[in-house]
């Protein structure tokens, strides 16, 4: 059972990121940008969005090495923010799009969890499916480009400051290692990630 439920979890996490990246374009066009929709990513087919480290093999090293937490990425779908009606505020607009999808796919696996809970199989399932959508949601905010936090974070600033912190995006994801080396968010990320998990679940994981 232990096999059957790592490929469940490793096909609800890529489900989930798919998810992220396809509403990232999707708000994108309803705003006026038609790029992601014209190269074919609006879509739930993953294997357009598939990044071979980022949705392959570091979900299954994770699971090798029995890593507490499951996460990655798709590639990122295309966006010309200069194409949308506003492209200050309509960036924050598409960047809020990824995490709060994960967050609307959390609370429905929530729901699942809750429903068939009966199946020692589905409850776990299910469980994975909000965790993972939680850790999704809640990294994806952290206000460093070009993590989404950092873009709606550029969106929302004075103009000043949004240039400021948009200079750090080529050296975003270094920042986001090293921080994690730091364990910066085991003291930030996963706590909430914890407390959010026990108001869906109902103290499981605790």
């Given at each position: ?133 939680l850790i999704l949601g809640v990294f994806n ?32 994801l270094y920042i986001v290692i090293v921080l ?27």
């Open positions: 059972m232990q096999i059957q439920i790592y490929i469940l979890a490793i096909i609800i996490l890529i489900f989930s990121i798919v998810v992220h990246e396809v509403m990232h374009g999707y708000v994108a066009y309803r705003l006026g940008d038609n790029t992601a929709k014209f190269m074919g990513r609006l879509t739930l087919n993953p294997i357009p969005h598939i990044d071979l480290i980022g949705t392959i093999i570091i979900p299954v090293l994770l699971i090798v090495f029995k890593s507490p937490i499951l996460f990655g990425w798709a590639k990122p779908v295309p966006v010309n923010f200069n194409n949308l009606h506003n492209p200050k505020r309509d960036s924050v607009y598409v960047a809020m799009a990824g995490p709060v999808s994960n967050f609307v796919l959390a609370v429905v696996f929530a729901i699942f969890y809750h429903l068939f809970s009966f199946s020692s199989l589905l409850g776990i399932v299910f469980w994975y499916g909000v965790y993972i959508n905010l952290i206000p460093i480009p070009p993590l989404d936090g950092g873009r709606i974070a550029v969106g929302l600033l004075p103009w000043k400051y949004s240039c400021m912190l948009e200079r750090l995006e080529p050296f975003g994690l080396f730091l364990g910066f968010f085991n003291s930030t990320v996963f706590p909430l990630v914890e407390y959010l998990s026990k108001l869906l679940l109902g103290g499981l994981g605790s």
